[in-house]
């Protein structure tokens, strides 16, 4: 059955949002040539778009030609304003955008770990008011939480977890009730992930793997282009992995004994140590990553330590590998970034040894920008999917 006129505008209108918030400003001839639609319906949706107040001629071709330049249209940037929130267990960053994603304002607020609830949620919530403030969003449109944990998938919302500081949890219902806006939590290894295929190391890619290394460790599992949450929100919680090489076998209230007790922060710390480097963390660094970091100036003693990890880190990228065959795992997380190439290269070509399945591994390329980087993708969405609906 053919598509209504109506039903069909809307989608044609659709298509050239979308195509305008990717490829940024284009003219009426390039919208043409990228939707195949005849030119008299392009003018009708340019038309249709403007007057709606969803996109304006944003400057014109510079073209040297006989008759005038072409105008260039864009998509309305502060139509709406957006807000990111990378929650950590001692800090919180906070990022304010327009609705093409322009970074506006961004602020960083250390909270202690001897801070009080009610005292952090507010320190927290303040920080996020005053940077929409210093970005001049009167009113924020969408609201993207990544935090550590597990993000219930009936109800959205960020489930009480042992071992993670309260304020979390408190944080994101305070904001559903000091803002009029929408307010969505997402585990961060889910947005790194997220972020990394829209931006980074596995654009492209609508199957692949983040393993995420960092004061824990944790995969973000990416299958025909969707995030895969699992029954209880718990997939990719490798920490629980039981693998060879560690003593004893993970519980239901503990991860030690699993993959964690071979490639969380401690144990890489540990690795270190025991190949005598020594490391000077920045603010915010963990200890290991530092480690890795130092390690390719370190001589023979750093090369054989990202030797160590890298033969840690492939038995558990050899379990994900045999499970799901992902072609591409991406290892992120402060730990992984601080690897770089060094350290994927490395784990690649174990992997390769241990493995039929052919499976290229890749260092993040969003470092920790990733984690807010997917939160305001994920806030942008939404934004998206409410203005640039049909009559929205």
């Not at 390039?30 to 007057?51: F, I, N, W, Y």
């Not at 005053?130 to 597990?150: D, F, K, N, Q």
């Not at 995420?212 to 944790?218: I, K, Q």
């Not at 992120?332 to 052919?358: C, F, N, Q, Y």
Request: with cysteine.
């Amino acid at each position: 059955m053919a598509a209504s006129p109506s039903t069909a505008r809307a989608i044609n209108d659709r298509l050239a949002l979308q195509l305008l918030q990717r490829e940024g400003p284009l003219t009426a001839g390039q919208l043409k040539v990228l939707t195949g639609l005849s030119r008299p319906t392009v003018a009708d949706l340019v038309e249709r778009l403007t007057e709606a107040g969803l996109i304006r001629v944003v400057g014109e071709t510079g073209d040297r030609r006989r008759g005038p330049n072409a105008r260039v249209y864009g998509i309305v940037a502060d139509l709406a304003h957006l807000a990111a929130l990378d929650v950590r267990t001692h800090s919180v960053s906070v990022l304010v955008a327009d609705l093409v994603g322009s970074t506006l304002a961004e602020a960083v607020l250390p909270i202690g770990s001897d801070t009080a609830t009610e005292a952090a949620v507010e320190q927290a919530a303040a920080l996020l008011e005053r940077t929409a403030r210093e970005a001049g969003a009167v009113r924020l449109h969408s609201v993207g939480i990544g935090a550590p944990g597990l993000v219930d998938p009936v109800s959205g919302e960020l489930r009480d977890t042992t071992g993670l500081p309260a304020w979390h949890r408190r944080l994101v219902g305070a904001l559903h009730e000091r803002l009029p806006a929408t307010v969505l939590v997402e585990n961060e290894t889910n947005l790194a992930a997220l972020a990394e295929q829209r931006l980074g190391a596995a654009r492209g890619q609508d199957t692949f793997v983040l393993l995420w290394l960092g004061h824990g460790v944790g995969a973000a599992i990416v299958l025909d282009g969707k995030v895969r949450r699992g029954n209880s929100g718990g997939a990719g919680e490798i920490s629980w992995l039981p693998v060879p090489g560690t003593v004893g076998l993970p519980t239901a209230t503990g991860c030690e004994g699993g993959f964690h007790s071979l490639a969380g922060s401690v144990a890489i710390c540990e690795l270190a140590e025991r190949y005598g480097l020594s490391a000077a963390p920045e603010p915010q660094e963990p200890p290991a990553a530092a480690y890795v970091r130092a390690a390719p100036a370190s001589g023979a003693a750093g090369e054989a330590f990202l030797d160590a990890l890298a033969e840690r880190l492939a038995i558990g990228a050899l379990a994900v590998s045999a499970v799901l065959d992902p072609g591409r795992i991406v290892l992120a997380g402060e730990i992984g970034h601080a690897g770089g190439k060094a350290l994927a290269v490395r784990v690649e070509d174990r992997l390769a040894a241990m493995s039929p399945l052919s499976t290229e591994v890749r260092a993040c390329a969003l470092g920790g920008a990733a984690v807010l980087r997917g939160a305001l993708l994920t806030a942008r969405d939404a934004a998206q999917e409410e203005l640039f609906a049909p009559g929205g």
